[in-house]
């Protein structure tokens, strides 16, 4: 048998999940076990200084482990998915021709399938006329008119955040089309991708979302979002950001109250992991894991044996 080192070309692993599940712990553990790094896929976490909020994984946590797509765009500027389909593929390759073996972690669901399958994104630059048009629109609007475009997209889409609203309206308005459907086609083999899902039972999900909310506003949080107002970004830009953003964006304008802001953002994350739940469970190819201990012994199987 050939060594596991030996196996590694053009193989991925894929790890996805709701947030709070323990996704990037697993990715290290498998990543030290196989001689791999690791690839984000998290829309909020290729930014620099969303850092507690987006939860991205501390230098710490990595254990030497190199990740990818962490820290590669200014919070100024708008990183779409087109952006990170190029850069995540170019990663790729680049582990690759290192021997090593890609560990695609995240729970932004167009991300993981923007760089696993031959998805083709519309390379549609902000058009600042139509996003001034677009800006006086109310949340509730512009979910009605992406509703009324492309229905299949206003199903997945977090209908509270604005900046993901007006890009999938910038794209289908500026194109004529409606996003491009996914194409079933992946990058490379479909057997050899291995993907691994964490699915937490509910009230176990919850406790983990409520406490890990609890340490994050007591570790920083809050000071993360007043520094990074106080760099210059507006409270619109902060709040597009959703989640932890938005809700923080609120209560340090005074808008809402911190027990608010508390039971709001929880129920928010809340609803969030279940869509993310909605939009994972349509890949059959995911392998649910009861224990995250069974991934070891599936990545192991799965380099083992690919021709």
């Given at each position: 048998?050939?060594?596991?080192?030996?196996?590694?070309?053009?193989?991925?692993?894929?790890?996805?999940?709701?947030?709070?599940?323990?996704?990037?712990?697993?990715?290290?553990?498998?990543?030290?076990?196989?001689?791999?790094?690791?690839?984000?896929?998290?829309?909020?976490?290729?930014?620099?200084?969303?850092?507690?909020?987006?939860?991205?994984?501390?230098?710490?946590?990595?254990?030497?482990?190199?990740?990818?797509?962490?820290?590669?765009?200014?919070?100024?500027?708008?990183?779409?998915?087109?952006?990170?389909?190029?850069?995540?593929?170019?990663?790729?390759?680049?582990?690759?021709?290192?021997?090593?073996?890609?560990?695609?972690?995240?729970?932004?669901?167009?991300?993981?399938?923007?760089?696993?399958?031959?998805?083709?994104?519309?390379?549609?630059?902000?058009?600042?006329?139509?996003?001034?048009?677009?800006?006086?629109?109310?949340?509730?609007?512009?979910?009605?008119?992406?509703?009324?475009?492309?229905?299949?997209?206003?199903?997945?889409?977090?209908?509270?955040?604005?900046?993901?609203?007006?890009?999938?309206?910038?794209?289908?308005?500026?194109?004529?089309?409606?996003?491009?459907?996914?194409?079933?086609?992946?990058?490379?083999?479909?057997?050899?991708?291995?993907?691994?899902?964490?699915?937490?039972?509910?009230?176990?999900?919850?406790?983990?979302?409520?406490k890990r909310l609890e340490h994050r506003l007591q570790h920083g949080l809050i000071e993360e979002v007043r520094r990074l107002h106080d760099q210059g970004l507006t409270w619109q830009r902060l709040e597009d950001f959703g989640l932890e953003y938005r809700w923080l964006a609120y209560f340090l304008q005074g808008?809402?109250?911190?027990?608010?802001?508390?039971?709001?953002?929880?129920?928010?994350?809340?609803?969030?992991?279940?869509?993310?739940?909605?939009w994972f469970k349509k890949n059959k190819e995911i392998r649910w894991l009861e224990n995250p201990a069974q991934a070891e012994i599936l990545t192991k199987l799965f380099l083992e044996n690919s021709s």
């Open positions: 048998m050939k060594k596991l080192k030996e196996k590694i070309s053009k193989r991925i692993i894929v790890i996805v999940g709701p947030t709070a599940s323990g996704k990037s712990d697993l990715a290290v553990k498998l990543a030290k076990l196989f001689n791999g790094e690791v690839i984000s896929a998290d829309s909020r976490q290729v930014y620099k200084g969303l850092d507690i909020g987006s939860g991205k994984i501390t230098a710490s946590e990595m254990k030497n482990i190199k990740h990818h797509l962490l820290d590669v765009a200014s919070p100024q500027k708008i990183f779409t998915a087109a952006n990170f389909q190029k850069l995540s593929q170019k990663a790729l390759k680049e582990i690759w021709q290192k021997n090593k073996l890609p560990i695609i972690c995240g729970g932004t669901g167009l991300y993981v399938n923007s760089l696993i399958f031959d998805y083709s994104i519309p390379k549609v630059k902000p058009q600042s006329g139509l996003r001034e048009k677009l800006e006086y629109q109310t949340t509730a609007d512009l979910f009605a008119e992406l509703k009324k475009l492309d229905p299949q997209r206003a199903e997945t889409i977090d209908r509270k955040n604005r900046r993901r609203l007006i890009r999938a309206l910038e794209i289908i308005l500026t194109t004529g089309q409606p996003v491009p459907p996914l194409k079933k086609k992946t990058i490379v083999p479909p057997e050899n991708i291995l993907w691994l899902g964490l699915s937490p039972q509910s009230e176990e999900l919850k406790n983990k979302i409520e808008r809402i109250s911190l027990n608010e802001m508390r039971g709001k953002l929880f129920m928010e994350i809340w609803h969030y992991a279940k869509r993310q739940m909605t």
